[in-house]
C-alpha cells in the first residue's frame, strides 16, 4: 500500500518562508513524477509545482513562479517544496501527490494517482 506523508506546514507572517516535505512509503513504489497542489477554503484544488523525475524537468504555476522552489529525491521517494515570500493568497491546504503514469506534462491533477492527506499553510497579514 502506497502512502503519502506531507509535513512541514504551519503559520507564517506574508514575506516568509516554509519548507514542505513528502515522503512516500511502499517496498516497490517508483513515481514517475511528484508534484504538490493546494486547496484554498471555497476553492477549487490548483497546480502548485511538480517534478519529472527522468531528465528533472520542473513545472511551476505561473503564482508561484521565483517563489516555490520543488526539489527532491527518486531513490528515496521524497519531494520538497521551498516556498518564499509567501503572500496571503498562499494560505490553502498543500497537497502532495505522485504519478505512476507516463504523460506529456505533469501539470494537472488527472495525471496523478496517489495523494497524501494534506498539511495546511496559513499565511498572516
Known amino acids: 500500500q502506497v502512502q503519502l506523508v506531507e509535513s512541514g506546514g504551519g503559520l507564517v507572517q506574508a514575506g516568509g518562508s516554509l519548507r514542505l516535505s513528502c515522503a512516500a512509503s511502499?517496498?516497490?513504489?517508483?513515481?514517475?513524477?511528484m508534484g504538490w497542489f493546494r486547496q484554498a477554503p471555497g476553492k477549487e484544488r490548483e497546480f502548485v509545482a511538480a517534478?519529472?523525475?527522468?531528465?528533472?524537468?520542473?513545472y511551476y504555476a505561473d503564482s508561484v513562479k521565483g517563489r516555490f522552489t520543488i526539489s527532491g529525491d527518486n531513490a528515496k521517494n521524497t519531494v520538497y517544496l521551498q516556498m518564499n515570500s509567501l503572500k496571503p493568497e498562499d494560505t490553502a491546504v498543500y497537497y502532495c501527490a505522485a504519478s505512476t503514469y507516463y504523460s506529456g506534462t505533469y501539470d494537472y491533477s488527472d495525471t496523478f494517482n496517489y495523494w497524501g492527506q494534506g498539511t495546511q499553510v496559513t499565511v498572516s497579514s
Open positions: 511502499g517496498r516497490t513504489f517508483r513515481s514517475i513524477a
Open positions: 517534478i519529472r523525475w527522468s531528465g528533472g524537468r520542473l
